[in-house]
């Protein structure tokens, strides 16, 4: 998942990076970092934790000062969770002092590694965007941009990088365009690019395009904003995006998330209407599909699971026991909107199961007659390569389980989940998405 943000052509390049990154600060909660450009050089700050600690007063800005730079919030799935494996990463090279940031997941990054070693390549963390530094820095081309062609060409899986050199800025998107990436221009001069839509928001910033699948967009002082293409695209999105990662004020290719996981909770009402009381969401993402699902069946929606906002999300922490803790930490059923009443309870997806066991546990405990539980994406049955933490099959409640005995072990009277047709109506029948946490098709 993780957030990257740059900026370029603005005095205040690291404080409105600094922004976007709190804006995005869903994406990642393990660490924060920017990096930031003055006359070639560049400095970096990184951390771990959020991006309100590490960039809390105008100190920490002292040493990042510049017209261009770039940040990233860390949620790890490949690498670990120290300072070492926490972006920006910094080097210096033949062609100066290059800082760069990544969001996706590189599927071929053992392969590459193991190839860079051989060939006396030193690494220092166990992520694979570290891959990308010496492929870049080993080219025996002479120009930056030619280096980062060959070096993206080299690799495969999901990316969105972001790289600055030389008072350079480059913006690259993989082929599949699989993480969103958008590009808008600041009022006061210079644009923004980031993994979401909302940072622009936060910043009074004025959208203009997304980074096409397959592009490479180079800002300098020079052309301004000059785009080069890497591939002919092969547009797949990820439609974990529009169901939970992305923040509902987001724009995704032109489509409102807020009104996919509305249209989501309409589509489920069609595909699965029952009796019930009271339709209650489970915080802050089932929200949306929970209100849309009220709308179409006229089954009131309350506010029956009060969430903690002083809890970070719970499915990007990196350990199952942590994410258990903070469930219980994170929500409180209320027990005057439940009792004795026939619940039906929306939630955005299942993928381990254990989150949805302790929230049904709560709502009997609040007095709950009847607990239907339905779901606004289809069920989860496969790991994901592309940048979610669910790697490993044994993992996934639905990759040995079918939706009864599923049932059975949430302890609900019903539970429903959106078709696959249900969702790609919901979320637009124009793209071809990547769909392979539901279908299992890995078409990388």
């Known amino acids: 998942m993780c957030s990257v943000i740059g900026v370029f052509g603005n005095k205040n390049a690291s404080r409105l990076v600094s922004s976007g990154l709190f804006a995005t600060q869903h994406r990642g909660q393990e660490a924060t970092g920017i990096s930031a450009m003055n006359n070639k050089k560049i400095n970096t700050r990184k951390k771990l934790g959020l991006v309100s600690s590490v960039f809390r007063h105008d100190g920490h800005f002292d040493t990042i000062q510049g017209d261009v730079a770039i940040g990233h919030n860390r949620y790890s799935t490949a690498?670990?969770?120290?300072?070492?494996?926490?972006?920006?990463?910094?080097?210096?090279?033949?062609?100066?002092?290059?800082?760069?940031v990544h969001n996706g997941n590189l599927i071929d990054k053992d392969e590459v590694r193991k190839r860079l070693i051989s060939e006396g390549a030193i690494f220092q963390s166990k992520m694979d965007t570290e891959n990308l530094i010496h492929l870049i820095a080993k080219s025996k081309h002479k120009k930056m941009e030619e280096r980062i062609i060959e070096a993206v060409r080299s690799v495969k899986g999901a990316y969105c990088f972001l790289i600055i050199n030389d008072?350079?800025?480059?913006?690259?998107?993989?082929?599949?365009?699989?993480?969103?990436?958008?590009?808008?221009?600041?009022?006061?001069?210079?644009?923004?690019?980031?993994?979401?839509?909302?940072?622009?928001?936060?910043?009074?910033?004025?959208?203009?395009?997304?980074?096409?699948?397959?592009?490479?967009?180079?800002?300098?002082?020079?052309?301004?904003?000059?785009?080069?293409?890497?591939?002919?695209?092969?547009?797949?999105?990820?439609?974990?995006?529009y169901i939970y990662f992305a923040r509902?004020?987001?724009?995704?290719?032109?489509?409102?998330?807020?009104?996919?996981?509305?249209?989501?909770?309409?589509?489920?009402?069609?595909?699965?209407?029952?009796?019930a009381d009271v339709v209650i969401p489970v915080p802050d993402s089932g929200v949306p599909s929970a209100i849309g699902y009220s709308k179409e069946s006229g089954i009131p929606f309350e506010l029956g699971i009060i969430r903690n906002h002083y809890?970070?999300?719970?499915?990007?922490?990196?350990?199952?026991?942590?994410?258990?803790?903070?469930?219980?930490?994170?929500?409180?059923?209320?027990?005057?909107?439940?009792?004795?009443?026939?619940?039906?309870?929306?939630?955005?997806?299942?993928?381990?199961?254990?989150?949805?066991?302790?929230?049904?546990?709560?709502?009997?405990?609040?007095g709950a007659k009847e607990v239907h539980f339905?779901?606004?994406?289809?069920?989860?049955?496969?790991?994901?390569?592309?940048?979610?933490?669910?790697?490993?099959?044994?993992?996934?409640?639905?990759?040995?389980?079918?939706?009864?005995?599923?049932?059975?072990?949430?302890?609900?009277?019903?539970?429903?989940?959106?078709?696959?047709?249900?969702?790609?109506?919901?979320?637009?029948?124009k793209r071809n998405y990547a769909l392979e946490s539901f279908n299992g098709d890995y078409f990388i």
């Open 248 to 275: 509902p004020d987001s724009i995704i290719d032109g489509k409102s998330i807020y009104e996919s996981r509305i249209d989501m909770g309409k589509t489920l009402a069609k595909e699965s209407q029952i009796k």
């Open 79 to 100: 690498g670990g969770n120290s300072i070492l494996d926490a972006q920006p990463i910094q080097a210096n090279f033949e062609l100066g002092t290059m800082s760069i």
């Open 167 to 241: 008072n350079k800025m480059y913006a690259i998107r993989d082929k599949y365009g699989i993480r969103p990436f958008s590009i808008a221009k600041l009022k006061d001069g210079g644009y923004m690019v980031a993994s979401e839509t909302c940072a622009f928001d936060l910043v009074d910033a004025d959208y203009i395009r997304d980074v096409e699948p397959g592009e490479m967009v180079i800002f300098d002082n020079k052309n301004g904003m000059k785009s080069t293409t890497l591939y002919e695209k092969e547009y797949r999105p990820c439609a974990f995006e």
């Open 374 to 429: 339905k779901v606004s994406s289809p069920p989860v049955k496969f790991p994901c390569y592309y940048g979610i933490d669910t790697p490993e099959k044994k993992d996934l409640i639905h990759s040995d389980m079918n939706t009864e005995e599923v049932r059975k072990y949430l302890n609900v009277d019903s539970l429903e989940y959106l078709s696959m047709d249900g969702l790609i109506d919901s979320i637009g029948t």
């Open 311 to 366: 809890v970070g999300r719970t499915f990007i922490e990196p350990n199952q026991n942590v994410r258990a803790a903070k469930v219980k930490q994170k929500l409180s059923a209320m027990k005057n909107v439940i009792q004795g009443k026939s619940v039906v309870v929306i939630d955005d997806s299942i993928v381990r199961g254990t989150t949805s066991k302790i929230i049904v546990q709560m709502i009997r405990k609040a």
